[in-house]
C-alpha cells in the first residue's frame, strides 16, 4: 500500500508556506502568518549568484550592483520580515528567473517534497502560480507532487489508494499571488483549469474576516517594510493591493467513474 506523506494530523496552527521569491510569502499571506507563529516560510528561489557580474535591470533598478549584493541584502529583508511575523525562513538554493533559466518543474520537485517530508506537523501553502514565470515553475512543481501521484494511481486501477492521495489536499491550501492576482483572467484561469481537471474548488477562510483586518493586518504592513529594495519598484495599484485582505483556495479530488 502507498504511503501518504500525511502520518498524522498537522497542527492548524502553524504553516509552511511555499514562496516563490524573497517577498512573496509575506506580500501573500502576510496576515495568516501573523496569526500563525510558529510558520515556516520556504522560499524556493532565494539562492545567491556566485559572482559579482552585473545587476539584471530589476536588481539595478533597485538600487544594486550585482545579483549577488540584491540577493545578500534581499536575504537581510527577508530575515526582518519574518522576525515581525514569528515565522521561520527557510531558503532553497535556487536562482530566480533573472540570473538563470535552466530550473524546471523537475529539479525542484525532489527539494519541497523533502522540506514537505521534514514538517509533518505543518500545513502547506502554496502560490496559484499567476503571471510570472518563477511562481508558475514554483506551481508546477508543486503539483507535480498532488494531481500527478493520485492521478497514477487512478491510472493504474487503484483508485482506494488514488482517493487516500487526494485526502492529501486536506492538508494543502493555496494562495493568490499578490499583487499579480489583479490581473484580469488570471484566478479564474487557474480556477477553471483545476475544474476541467477533476477538482472541486472553493474560496477558504483561514482567519476569520474580522480578526484578519485588525491587528493581523497591521502586523503585515510592518513585515512589508521589511522588503525596502523591493516595495520602492511596484506601481501605487500593487501597493493598494498587497494592503487589502487576502484569498485562500482549497481542492477536493472528485474523479470521474469511467
Known sequence: MTQSLLSEPPDTSKWL?????????????????????????????????????KAPPWDKAAGFAS???????????????????????????????????????QTITPALREVIDRHPEHRILAPLGLFHSDHALVFDAVWAMLHE??????????????DAGGCELDRWCFYED???????GLVAARVRQWREQG????????????????????VKVEAMQAYESQL???????????????????LQWSPVSP
Open 17 to 53: 508556506v511555499i514562496s516563490p521569491h524573497l517577498d512573496d510569502a509575506v506580500f501573500s499571506c502576510g496576515r495568516l502568518l501573523a496569526a500563525s507563529p510558529g510558520s515556516t516560510v520556504v522560499t524556493v528561489f532565494a539562492g545567491v549568484p556566485s559572482d559579482d557580474g
Open 67 to 105: 545579483g549577488r549584493a540584491a540577493m545578500q541584502a534581499r536575504h537581510l529583508e527577508d530575515r526582518a520580515a519574518l522576525e515581525i511575523l514569528r515565522a521561520q525562513p527557510l531558503w532553497l538554493p535556487f536562482l530566480d528567473r533573472q540570473y538563470c533559466e535552466e530550473n524546471t518543474p
Open 149 to 162: 501521484h493520485a492521478h497514477v494511481l487512478a491510472d493504474a486501477g487503484d483508485i482506494a489508494e488514488a
Open 178 to 184: 499578490m499583487p499579480y492576482r489583479r490581473l484580469s
Open 199 to 218: 477538482y472541486t474548488v472553493r474560496r477558504t477562510d483561514l482567519i476569520a474576516p474580522e480578526l484578519a483586518g485588525g491587528d493581523f493586518a497591521a
Open 232 to 250: 520602492g519598484l511596484l506601481d501605487p495599484e500593487a501597493l493598494i493591493d498587497l494592503n487589502t485582505s487576502e484569498s485562500y483556495w482549497q
